[in-house]
């Protein structure tokens, strides 16, 4: 493996302009007119194996870190760097779950509903298999630096990454009071530098980008082409769990809506490279309180358009949304976001895979949370947006009976405690009272802790109770 300029580039998605640029520029978005950049390869250049079955065999080789890690498995479809430039942690390694016990809450049957666990990825979170991309393109053109914006997980991965290689150290910024503990704390202990940005998460992407530009500094946020090709390989290993078969639905929180577009991208290049033959329709779930997706896809009716989005109609969308002073506001503190940057690669995804769009409540969200810990799994708020998607779309017959649904669980139960303890915890009065605000009344399935003096037989009769 060397740097692969003969096979990789960088592109504008633009249909109006679509410049291509060297796969060792550290851009981010296109110098001629600001769109998105998309990670291409002549496929006719690149050694491709003839079946997808190939990959599995590595899962064996412990002794080589690209074999190892569940992201470099699939190198071959992400050929954009040497063997001497990889910084690896092993990510990826996770699979999919057959979840009988969530199924019948989604409204399926066991044996249809399957959860992609990215939970368990050395920082807790999916973004591992964005970062070790990343990182391996900023060791790729000689990066100094690193920043991001970052609602927890990614600030958390990307600690992790710079603290480990050592070479990279990073800065990230965060909104005030906007991060949950679990992955504030992994930032603080990692030791990069936090910034804590009066504001919310916006804010900080619009800054980090200016400071990124202004002091060089490469960009860690989904905006960076090369996270999102580390990010494809979550729907290999999704094929990969169910024995390389294509399922009829996947579903995906939408925040910064990275995943979607790369997890459209990836099954379009299967398609393309002829080792599938048909896409996944791709559901990205909203939480009603951040719901921008919801209202440019439901409500404007806004699409891919081959590439022309309509701009003036998404400008116009984002000053009304000022106008009213409208900011996201939900329990699922990961995906608070108003101005999510990869919004034309999503409409793409959508296209692509003639997905939906569907949006949730904080209150369904906790409850699929506790159905999805009470299944043994566990999650934070954000990835329970998913398993309340697929419910809804479900309930709406908009997936059938008998489809086969993969929900992708992004991050940790542990990331964010809080919620989950209060969840169990709190009289729905209590309960009310504190996130009275993002619409939760009620706590449907919680698992009380009972109080019990320090008598024995007060704990026999509490146990039998
Ligand atoms: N789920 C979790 C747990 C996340 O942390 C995020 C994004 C998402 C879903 C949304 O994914 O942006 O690809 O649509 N977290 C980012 C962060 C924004 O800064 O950690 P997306």
């Given at each position: 493996?060397?740097?692969?300029?003969?096979?990789?580039?960088?592109?504008?998605?633009?249909?109006?302009?679509?410049?291509?640029f060297?796969?060792?520029?550290?851009?981010?978005?296109?110098?001629?007119?600001?769109?998105?950049?998309?990670?291409?390869?002549?496929?006719?250049?690149?050694?491709?194996?003839?079946?997808?079955?190939?990959?599995?065999?590595?899962?064996?080789?412990?002794?080589?870190?690209?074999?190892?890690?569940g992201?470099?498995?699939?190198?071959?479809?992400?050929?954009?760097?040497?063997?001497?430039?990889?910084?690896?942690l092993?990510?990826g390694?996770t699979?999919?779950?057959?979840?009988?016990?969530?199924?019948?809450?989604?409204?399926?049957?066991?044996?249809?509903?399957?959860?992609?666990?990215?939970?368990?990825?050395?920082?807790?979170?999916?973004?591992?298999?964005?970062?070790?991309?990343?990182?391996t393109?900023?060791?790729?053109?000689?990066?100094?630096?690193?920043?991001c914006?970052?609602?927890?997980?990614?600030?958390?991965?990307?600690?992790?990454?710079?603290a480990?290689?050592?070479?990279?150290?990073?800065?990230?910024?965060?909104?005030?009071?906007?991060?949950?503990?679990?992955?504030?704390?992994?930032?603080l202990?990692?030791?990069?530098?936090?910034?804590?940005v009066?504001?919310?998460?916006?804010?900080?992407?619009?800054?980090v980008?200016?400071?990124a530009?202004?002091?060089?500094?490469?960009?860690?946020n989904?905006?960076n082409?090369?996270?999102?090709?580390g990010?494809k390989?979550?729907?290999?290993?999704?094929?990969?769990g169910?024995?390389?078969?294509?399922?009829?639905?996947?579903?995906?929180?939408?925040?910064?809506?990275?995943?979607?577009?790369?997890?459209?991208?990836?099954?379009?290049?299967?398609?393309e490279?002829?080792?599938?033959?048909?896409?996944?329709?791709?559901?990205?779930?909203?939480?009603?309180?951040?719901?921008?997706l919801?209202?440019?896809?439901?409500e404007?009716?806004?699409?891919?358009n081959?590439?022309r989005?309509?701009?003036?109609?998404?400008?116009?969308?984002?000053?009304?949304?000022?106008?009213?002073?409208?900011r996201?506001k939900?329990?699922?503190?990961?995906?608070?976001?108003?101005?999510?940057?990869?919004?034309?690669?999503?409409?793409?995804?959508?296209?692509?895979?003639?997905?939906?769009?569907?949006?949730?409540?904080?209150?369904?969200i906790?409850?699929?949370?506790?159905?999805?810990?009470?299944?043994?799994f566990?999650?934070?708020?954000?990835?329970?947006a998913?398993v309340a998607?697929?419910?809804?779309l479900?309930?709406?017959?908009?997936?059938?009976q008998?489809e086969?649904?993969?929900?992708?669980?992004?991050?940790?139960?542990?990331?964010?405690?809080?919620?989950t303890?209060?969840?169990?915890?709190?009289?729905?009065?209590?309960?009310?009272?504190e996130?009275?605000a993002?619409?939760?009344?009620?706590?449907?399935?919680?698992?009380?802790?009972?109080?019990?003096?320090?008598?024995?037989?007060?704990?026999?009769a509490?146990?039998q109770?």
């Amino acid at each position: 493996m060397k740097i692969r300029t003969d096979i990789a580039y960088q592109q504008c998605i633009g249909a109006a302009c679509g410049a291509r640029f060297d796969i060792e520029e550290a851009i981010f978005e296109c110098p001629k007119c600001g769109d998105l950049l998309d990670a291409r390869y002549d496929w006719s250049r690149a050694v491709l194996p003839k079946r997808l079955k190939g990959f599995e065999a590595k899962w064996a080789r412990q002794d080589d870190p690209l074999a190892f890690s569940g992201v470099w498995r699939f190198h071959e479809l992400i050929p954009f760097a040497g063997r001497e430039h990889v910084i690896t942690l092993g990510e990826g390694r996770t699979i999919l779950q057959r979840a009988d016990r969530v199924a019948p809450y989604v409204g399926l049957a066991g044996g249809n509903l399957f959860l992609q666990y990215e939970g368990l990825n050395p920082s807790g979170s999916f973004k591992d298999n964005g970062m070790t991309a990343a990182f391996t393109h900023a060791r790729l053109v000689g990066a100094r630096r690193a920043a991001c914006a970052s609602t927890g997980n990614t600030s958390a991965s990307v600690a992790l990454y710079s603290a480990v290689d050592g070479r990279i150290p990073a800065v990230v910024l965060v909104g005030s009071g906007k991060i949950a503990y679990g992955k504030l704390a992994q930032a603080l202990d990692y030791g990069v530098r936090v910034l804590q940005v009066q504001g919310d998460f916006d804010v900080c992407m619009k800054r980090v980008k200016e400071v990124a530009r202004e002091l060089k500094i490469y960009l860690m946020n989904s905006l960076n082409p090369f996270r999102l090709e580390g990010q494809k390989t979550i729907m290999y290993r999704i094929l990969e769990g169910l024995g390389w078969e294509v399922p009829d639905w996947v579903v995906v929180p939408g925040g910064n809506l990275g995943n979607s577009s790369a997890f459209g991208k990836a099954f379009h290049e299967l398609i393309e490279i002829g080792l599938i033959k048909r896409a996944p329709r791709l559901a990205v779930i909203n939480s009603a309180g951040a719901d921008t997706l919801y209202r440019i896809v439901r409500e404007e009716r806004l699409t891919w358009n081959g590439g022309r989005v309509d701009e003036p109609r998404v400008a116009a969308f984002y000053k009304q949304m000022e106008a009213e002073n409208r900011r996201a506001k939900t329990i699922a503190s990961a995906i608070e976001i108003n101005r999510p940057v990869n919004l034309k690669k999503c409409l793409r995804a959508l296209e692509w895979t003639g997905g939906a769009v569907e949006k949730v409540t904080d209150q369904e969200i906790l409850d699929a949370k506790a159905q999805v810990g009470a299944g043994g799994f566990g999650c934070e708020p954000a990835s329970a947006a998913s398993v309340a998607g697929a419910r809804k779309l479900r309930a709406a017959g908009v997936i059938g009976q008998g489809e086969r649904v993969v929900c992708v669980l992004t991050g940790h139960a542990l990331k964010d405690p809080h919620a989950t303890v209060a969840y169990h915890t709190k009289s729905d009065g209590e309960l009310a009272q504190e996130y009275g605000a993002y619409g939760v009344r009620a706590a449907a399935y919680a698992n009380r802790p009972v109080a019990v003096e320090d008598d024995l037989a007060k704990i026999v009769a509490a146990i039998q109770s």
